[in-house]
C-alpha cells in the first residue's frame, strides 16, 4: 500500500514526473523472515522492505536486521502497555480528572518504543508536548506519568507539572513552545560533545514545527560545530489543524536540513523504526559524522489534543483505513504469530498484563493527594542552590527554607 506521504508529494509533481516518484512505505507490516533458527534464544535475520527508507546525502541503512524472539515480543508488550496509558488519559480527561492540554500518541507508538531499543541508556532525549511514551521508556513509570496528568503527588514532577513538563535524567521533557526544544537539544548535544561523550542526544519535534526558524538556527549550529545530534521529526501529517502539504513547501522534512544528511523511515513498522534509530545513532556516536536529520512516517488517530475532534480536517475514513491497515502494534504482532514466535493466545495473555497494569496505575494515581500548598514554594531551584529565604505575594510573606 502506497503511503499518504508519497501520494501527496505526487500530487504537487508534473504528470511527467510522477511514474519516477518513490516515496517510504508506512504499511506496518512489509518486513520478511529470512532466517529461523531453531534455539529461538539465538537472533532471527530479517529483511526489510526495499522502500522502508529514503535518503538524503548519505547511503540507506542495511535492510537486513538481527533481533531475537524476546525483543520482539519486549517491544509488543511496551507498545500496548503505552497505547493502554493513553488510553486511560483518554478517560480520564472526558471524566474531568485531567485538565488543561493534553496530546496523545495512540497510533506512533514503534516511534517511541523503537527509539529506546536502538539508543543506550545515557543518550538523551528531548520532545515536544506528545510526550508520556517517552517519559515512561526513558525510566520513569505509567503511575508518575498519570499522577502528572491529574495534578497529583504520585506524579513524576510532583503533580505541579503537568503534561508537558515531566522529566528524567536522561529525558529532557516535554515542552510547551512549539519547537523551541529542537535548540535545547542542540545544547545538550554540545553538553556530550564538551565533556567527550560517547552519547548522542534525540531532539524531536513534529511537521507542525518545522517551519520554526529557531529549528533552522538549530540545525546550522550542530552543523558548524558537528554535534552529536540527531534531529528527529515526527511527521504525523498534520501539524493542530493543517495537513503537512498546506503548510510545507517541501514535505520531504529529511531533506530540510542543507548540508546535513537526513534519514527518513517508516514509522509504523517498529523494526524499520529500531534499525533507523541504530544507524543515526552510529552516524553521529561511532563515526563522528555530526548531526542528522531523521523523519519518521507516522500518523496519530486521535486529535491534535484533547478538545481536537480530529475530523474537521480529515476524514473519518482516512483515519479508520490506518488503523486497520498500518496500525503498528497490530503489525508487530502478525509478525510473530506469522513467524511462529509466540502463540495468539501468549499475546492476548500480554494484552491482559498491560491492561492490569495501567489499571492499578490508574487506580493508585487516583488515591494520590494533590500537591500541599507548601510545595508551591519547593523545586524552585535546583536542589542545593535555594536562597535562604523566598518572599510571597506580599511584602510581609515570607517562606523559609
Given at each position: 500500500?502506497?503511503?499518504?506521504a508519497?501520494l501527496?508529494?505526487?500530487r ?8 519516477h516518484v518513490?516515496?517510504v512505505?508506512t504499511t506496518?507490516?512489509t ?5 529461523k533458527?531453531e534455539d529461538?534464544?539465538?537472533p532471527?535475520?530479517?529483511?526489510l522492505h526495499?522502500?522502508s527508507?529514503?535518503t538524503h546525502l548519505?547511503?540507506k541503512?542495511?535492510?537486513?536486521v538481527?533481533i531475537t524472539?524476546q525483543?520482539l ?5 511496551q507498545?500496548?502497555?503505552?497505547r493502554?496509558?493513553?488510553m486511560?488519559?483518554d478517560a480520564l480527561?472526558?471524566?474531568k480528572?485531567?485538565r488543561?492540554f493534553?496530546h496523545?500518541a495512540i497510533g ?6 523503537g527509539?529506546e531499543h536502538?539508543i543506550?541508556k545515557?543518550?538523551?532525549v ?6 508520556h511514551?517517552f ?13 502528572e ?9 510532583n503533580?505541579?507539572?503537568g503534561?508537558m ?6 529525558f529532557f ?8 526544544q ?12 564538551y ?5 548522542c542526544?534525540?531532539?524531536l519535534?513534529?511537521d ?12 546550522n549550529?550542530a552543523k ?5 545530534c ?6 504525523n501529517k ?6 503537512a502539504e498546506r ?8 531533506t530540510?536540513?542543507d548540508?546535513?544528511?537526513g534519514?527518513q523511515?517508516n514509522?509504523m513498522?517498529?523494526?524499520?523504526a529500531?534499525?533507523?534509530v541504530?544507524y543515526?545513532?552510529?552516524w553521529?556516536?561511532e563515526?563522528?559524522?555530526g548531526?542528522?536529520?531523521l523523519e519518521f512516517?507516522?500518523?496519530r ?13 480529515r476524514?473519518?475514513?482516512e483515519v479508520q483505513?490506518m ?6 502494534i497490530r503489525g508487530l504482532q ?6 511462529g514466535l ?7 495473555q500480554?494484552?491482559k498484563?498491560a491492561?492490569a497494569?495501567v489499571?492499578q ?15 508551591l514554594?519547593?523545586?524552585i531551584?535546583?536542589k542545593?542552590t535555594?536562597?535562604p529565604?523566598?518572599r ?8 523559609y527554607?
Amino acid at each position: 500500500m502506497s503511503s499518504l506521504a508519497r501520494l501527496r508529494i505526487a500530487r504537487r509533481l508534473p504528470t511527467a514526473l510522477r511514474a519516477h516518484v518513490r516515496g517510504v512505505q508506512t504499511t506496518a507490516d512489509t518486513t520478511e523472515l529470512h532466517n529461523k533458527p531453531e534455539d529461538l534464544s539465538q537472533p532471527i535475520t530479517l529483511k526489510l522492505h526495499e522502500d522502508s527508507f529514503s535518503t538524503h546525502l548519505c547511503e540507506k541503512p542495511s535492510l537486513e536486521v538481527q533481533i531475537t524472539a524476546q525483543e520482539l515480543m519486549t517491544m509488543y508488550k511496551q507498545m500496548q502497555t503505552m497505547r493502554r496509558m493513553e488510553m486511560a488519559a483518554d478517560a480520564l480527561y472526558k471524566a474531568k480528572l485531567i485538565r488543561g492540554f493534553c496530546h496523545l500518541a495512540i497510533g506512533q507508538e514503534a516511534v517511541s518504543v523503537g527509539l529506546e531499543h536502538g539508543i543506550e541508556k545515557n543518550d538523551r532525549v528531548i520532545t515536544a508536548y506528545r510526550c508520556h511514551p517517552f517519559a515512561v521508556m526513558r525510566g520513569g513509570t505509567i503511575k508518575g506519568v498519570l499522577g502528572e496528568l491529574l495534578g497529583r503527588q504520585a506524579g513524576m514532577s510532583n503533580g505541579k507539572g503537568g503534561s508537558m513538563h515531566i522529566f528524567t535524567p536522561t529525558f529532557f521533557g516535554g515542552n510547551g513552545i512549539v519547537g523551541a526544544q529542537v535548540p535545547i537539544g542542540a545544547g545538550v548535544a554540545f553538553a556530550q560533545k564538551y565533556r567527550a561523550e560517547k552519547h548522542c542526544t534525540f531532539a524531536l519535534y513534529g511537521d507542525g514545527a518545522s517551519n520554526q526558524g529557531q529549528v533552522f538556527e538549530a540545525f546550522n549550529m550542530a552543523k558548524l560545530w558537528d554535534l552529536p545530534c540527531v534531529f528527529v521529526c515526527e511527521n504525523n501529517k498534520y501539524g493542530m489543524g493543517t495537513s503537512a502539504e498546506r503548510s510545507s513547501s517541501n514535505t520531504s522534512y529529511f531533506t530540510r536540513g542543507d548540508k546535513i544528511p537526513g534519514l527518513q523511515v517508516n514509522g509504523m513498522d517498529i523494526i524499520a523504526a529500531k534499525r533507523a534509530v541504530e544507524y543515526a545513532r552510529n552516524w553521529t556516536v561511532e563515526q563522528g559524522n555530526g548531526p542528522l536529520l531523521l523523519e519518521f512516517v507516522t500518523y496519530r488517530y486521535g486529535g491534535h489534543s484533547m478538545s481536537d475532534p480530529g475530523t474537521t480536517y480529515r476524514t473519518r475514513e482516512e483515519v479508520q483505513r490506518m488503523r486497520s491497515t498500518q496500525d503498528p502494534i497490530r503489525g508487530l504482532q502478525r509478525y510473530i504469530e506469522e513467524w511462529g514466535l509466540a502463540t495468539e493466545q501468549e499475546l492476548k495473555q500480554l494484552d491482559k498484563d498491560a491492561k492490569a497494569e495501567v489499571d492499578q496505575a490508574v487506580a493508585e494515581v487516583k488515591e494520590s493527594p494533590e500537591p500541599l500548598i507548601k510545595d508551591l514554594w519547593s523545586d524552585i531551584y535546583f536542589k542545593g542552590t535555594e536562597p535562604p529565604f523566598m518572599r510571597g505575594r506580599e511584602r510581609e510573606e515570607i517562606h523559609y527554607y
